[in-house]
T-cell receptor, first 110, second 114 residues
Framework: KQEVTQIPAALSVPEGENLVLNCSFT??????LQWFRQDPGKGLTSLLL?????REQTSGRLNASLDKSSGRSTLYIAASQPGDSATYLC?????????FGAGTTVTVRA | IAGITQAPTSQILAAGRRMTLRCTQD?????MYWYRQDLGLGLRLIHY???????GKGEVPDGYSVSRANTDDFPLTLASAVPSQTSVYFC?????????????FGPGTRLTVL
C-alpha cells in the first residue's frame, strides 16, 4: 500500500522567500506524481504533473522534481507572494489510483 | 465553463437516512472518481469508474455505492448514513488512467451526519 508523507504540515514564510515543499512515497512503481493546490473550503487545482520517466516539470514560478529511486518529490515556489498561501497536496498515481499526502499548509506573510 | 459540478454544496443529514451526492462533468472524460477528505488523513479514494458502465472499489468503499450509466454522471449513494461518513466529498475525472492523465476535481460537497 502506497504511503505518501508531506513534511512539514505547516509553513510560514515572509513574502519574497523561496518555498520548498517536500513529498515522500514508499512505493517507487508509480505512473506519475502530481502536485495540487487547495484553497480553504475549495476543491483541488492541479499545479504540475511529473511522469515517472521525467525528473522535473516547470510552470512559471513553480518547479517540481521527482526522484523515484529515493521516493521523493519537491515543489519549489520562487519569490513567494501572499496569494501563494494555500494547502499544497502531492499525490502519486498507480494505474487509476491517486494516493495523497495530508498536505502542507503555507502562509506567506506580507 | 467546462469542468465538474457537484451537488449539493453542503448537507446536514440524520443518521440512517439515504443520500445521493451528484457529480457531472462536461469534459467527456472516460474516468471518474469519488474521494473523501478528512482532517489529517488527506484524500482517500472511495470508488472509481474507468469508463461508462464499469465501476471499482477504492480504498474506503464500505457504506457507499456508485453507478455510471453514462459518461457525464457519477452519483455516489450512502444507503444508510452514519456519523463517521461526515466528511468533504470530492468528485474528479480524467481522460483515462495512463501516465499523463491529470485528474480534475470538483468543488466538493460538505456532508455532516448527525
Amino acid at each position: 500500500k502506497q504511503e505518501v508523507t508531506q513534511i512539514p504540515a505547516a509553513l510560514s514564510v515572509p513574502e519574497g522567500e523561496n518555498l520548498v515543499l517536500n513529498c515522500s512515497f514508499t512505493d517507487s512503481a508509480i505512473y506519475n506524481l502530481q502536485w495540487f493546490r487547495q484553497d480553504p473550503g475549495k476543491g483541488l487545482t492541479s499545479l504540475l504533473l511529473i511522469q515517472s520517466s521525467q525528473r522535473e516539470q516547470t510552470s512559471g514560478r513553480l518547479n517540481a522534481s521527482l526522484d523515484k529511486s529515493s521516493g521523493r518529490s519537491t515543489l519549489y515556489i520562487a519569490a513567494s507572494q501572499p496569494g501563494d498561501s494555500a494547502t499544497y497536496l502531492c499525490a502519486s498515481q498507480d494505474d487509476y489510483k491517486l494516493s495523497f499526502g495530508a498536505g502542507t499548509t503555507v502562509t506567506v506573510r506580507a | 465553463i467546462a469542468g465538474i459540478t457537484q451537488a449539493p454544496t453542503s448537507q446536514i443529514l440524520a443518521a440512517g437516512r439515504r443520500m445521493t451526492l451528484r457529480c457531472t462533468q462536461d469534459m467527456r472524460h472516460n474516468a471518474m472518481y469519488w474521494y473523501r477528505q478528512d482532517l489529517g488523513l488527506g484524500l482517500r479514494l472511495i470508488h472509481y469508474s474507468n469508463t461508462a458502465g464499469t465501476t471499482g472499489k477504492g480504498e474506503v468503499p464500505d457504506g457507499y455505492s456508485v453507478s455510471r450509466a453514462n459518461t457525464d454522471d457519477f452519483p455516489l449513494t450512502l444507503a444508510s448514513a452514519v456519523p463517521s461518513q461526515t466528511s468533504v466529498y470530492f468528485c474528479a475525472s480524467s481522460e483515462g488512467t495512463s501516465v499523463d492523465n491529470e485528474q480534475f476535481f470538483g468543488p466538493g460537497t460538505r456532508l455532516t451526519v448527525l
